[in-house]
């Protein structure tokens, strides 16, 4: 069972223990974690707010070794976590395609902290620690977690319910089912 109510870095580990067991390849493909100062000043320099779920994120995983989608990866679906400096760049191409007017762009203190396939971008908001989804596809940028370990419980949440199939070397599927359409759309798409 899920505990909903568990700090974020609770949640990160238990996530990588449930990756490991279920023999998803990114249980052991991540890059080592980088020191909580490091992450602090890094975001500082660039002018993005250091929220706390920005700190463990980083703290637990420095990400992926790569700024392209690769199934080794994956935490979920097509969910692969940045790097902080690869996590730099996209929030530095955010910025640049954002419009104030727009409803699709991210705002700029929503800092991405996972891709989807190399199409959106799974976002912190540096005020309130909200995590959205930023991708034109799909229409407007929205929340949908009131934070880090929200989205991380809903991910043990498909994991522990039966609802992600791993195939050896290969993405931990969600087999979709009856799931609400938000909780579908949110890891899926």
Do not use: K
Not at 19 to 33: C, I, K, M, Q
Not at 81 to 87: E, K, M, R, V
Not at 130 to 136: F, T
């Amino acid at each position: 069972m899920v505990d909903r109510g568990a700090p974020l870095m609770t949640q990160l580990l238990r996530l990588e223990d449930v990756l490991s067991d279920r023999g998803a390849p990114a249980g052991s493909s991540l890059a080592h974690p980088r020191p909580a100062e490091q992450v602090r000043d890094r975001l500082t320099s660039i002018g993005v707010l250091a929220h706390p779920d920005l700190l463990t994120w980083w703290t637990w995983h420095d990400g992926a070794p790569t700024d392209q989608w690769r199934p080794q990866y994956c935490l979920i679906s097509m969910y692969w976590p940045y790097s902080l400096t690869i996590a730099e760049r996209r929030w530095r191409v955010l910025l640049e395609a954002y419009e104030p007017e727009s409803p699709v762009s991210a705002p700029p203190h929503c800092f991405p902290v996972a891709g989807w396939d190399n199409r959106g971008n799974l976002c912190v908001d540096t005020r309130t620690g909200e995590v959205g989804l930023d991708d034109s596809h799909c229409g407007e940028y929205e929340p949908y977690w009131p934070s880090m370990a929200a989205w991380v419980a809903d991910v043990l949440t498909f994991y522990e319910s039966g609802a992600v199939v791993v195939a050896p070397g290969d993405i931990p599927e969600i087999v979709i089912g009856e799931w609400p359409a938000t909780v579908r759309r949110s890891m899926y798409w």
